[in-house]
């Protein structure tokens, strides 16, 4: 039996479908969600569904009972801390006798405690120690960013404003689309070899927005500039354009740790994965641009 937690989730329910189109029986695998109503849609296709949160540790013990294996892909709490939150399905898991678990946590070039994305990057650190401690065989998949939210970033207006603005200076990025990470996910959880691995999960080649910029110059004919503000400019500018405060300041954390390279980092682990290479920028960017 496989779980995934985050089940109801965009890159947990792209993971069990790759694992359906692998064959992969519905019964044979089971959901965590915290909630039932939205966990219907994951019934419908035959999945097993047990409810229980990553703060309720006797609810994670009844759920993992016969699990196999198990992907814990990482909550998306931002004002508690998420690593109690997985400490917590390890434990279970430990009760439980979980034979391997499969952790999706963050690309890193370093581990930095004054990078601005520590607060995130602190949880993953604090959670992987605990899992390979807990002598449960592993597998970390340290996902890239999301190539799904590089439009936040560019923004959807774009070609009116014909400028990218954000404070991320010359540092590379290495971006990945959710549904290629599910893809990965799947395969790992399929397959063996994978005992005690920690994968960088991303690209080829990690890019700069000044190269995103060009990019776009070329894919649709209108010229694009890249400007590089000051952070605290490019919060309040957020902040003025609707964005709430906290996630203006989410979003200029990260790319001040962008500037800073904490992402720049090419890696054909997820290539191998796949058997191919993931879906790239220029890729994605086409698609968005319709071109
Ligand atoms: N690499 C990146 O660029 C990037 C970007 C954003 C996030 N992330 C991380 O990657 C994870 C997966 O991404 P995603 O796009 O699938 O995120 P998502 O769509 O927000 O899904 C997060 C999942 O975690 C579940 N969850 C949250 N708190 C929980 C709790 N206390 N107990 C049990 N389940 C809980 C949510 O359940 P509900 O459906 O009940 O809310 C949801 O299913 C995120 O949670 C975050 O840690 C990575």
Redo the contacts with the bound molecule.
Sequence with gaps: MILV????????KLTIDFLLQKGIVANQITA????TE?AKELEAKGINVKI????DLASLTAAFSGVEKLLL?????MTKS?AM?HINAINAAKECSVKHIVY?G?MRKEENPSSPLWFLVKDHIDTEKYLIESGITYTLFE????LD?LMDYVGQNVLDAKTIFVPAKDGKVNFVL?SDIAEGLANVLTTGGHENKSYNIGNEKAVSFSEIAQMITDITGTPIQYVSPEPQLYTKTLIENGVPEMWANVFTAFAVAFADGIMNIDTTDLTKLLSRKPTTVIEYLKNQFNK
């Design positions: 937690t985050g089940a109801t989730g965009q890159l947990g965590l969600s915290r909630n939205k229980g949160d990553y703060d892909i990482s909550s998306n709490e998420r939150q999706t963050y996902n890239g960013y999301y939210m959710r």
